[in-house]
């Protein structure tokens, strides 16, 4: 159950069937960060989107690179006159975009923090936020690996 941000005693959701609206979702892992803005427009162009959460400003968040971005759409309107996609006119689901490091990290950190029957001590989550900025060096790292291959390439004539 997700608690209520005003009321954490209380269900976020008090019908979840009415006030959830995307009840459908997808991941897109991508292995750099600069990919993740090429597949957020993307989705822009091939889906309705109604919804573009960005995580990685949210007041709460430690680390902007933990975060994903969300967006939440539907089938697009030339689309949805097609028969294979009639079925799903008017439904609304969330896609998500990470990186795979972000990915890998966000579901260690879940499957320890949120599976754990007590609060971790604060030198634990110290050590979570100190492996996320081990990895946000190495996703900027790849990324800079592959770039200076590419232009390696180029000087080649590959």
Request: charged residues 30%.
């Amino acid at each position: 159950m997700t608690p209520n941000e005003q009321n954490p005693e209380e269900p976020k959701y008090k019908k979840p069937m009415s006030d959830i609206t995307d009840l459908a979702g997808v991941r897109v892992i991508t292995f750099f960060p600069s990919t993740v803005g090429e597949v957020c427009q993307l989705i822009q162009e091939e889906f309705e989107v109604i919804e573009r959460v960005d995580h990685r400003r949210a007041p709460n968040v430690t680390a902007s690179w933990l975060s994903k971005r969300s967006l939440f759409g539907s089938v697009r309107g030339h689309r949805r006159k097609l028969s294979e996609y009639k079925k799903f006119d008017g439904l609304i689901a969330e896609i998500q975009v990470r990186t795979v490091l972000q990915h890998a990290w966000a579901e260690i950190e879940h499957d320890i923090r949120y599976k754990s029957a007590s609060t971790i001590p604060e030198t634990i989550s110290r050590r979570f936020m100190t492996l996320a900025g081990l990895l946000e060096i190495a996703d900027r790292e790849f990324e800079a690996i592959q770039q200076k291959m590419l232009h390696y390439g180029r000087t080649l004539g590959l």
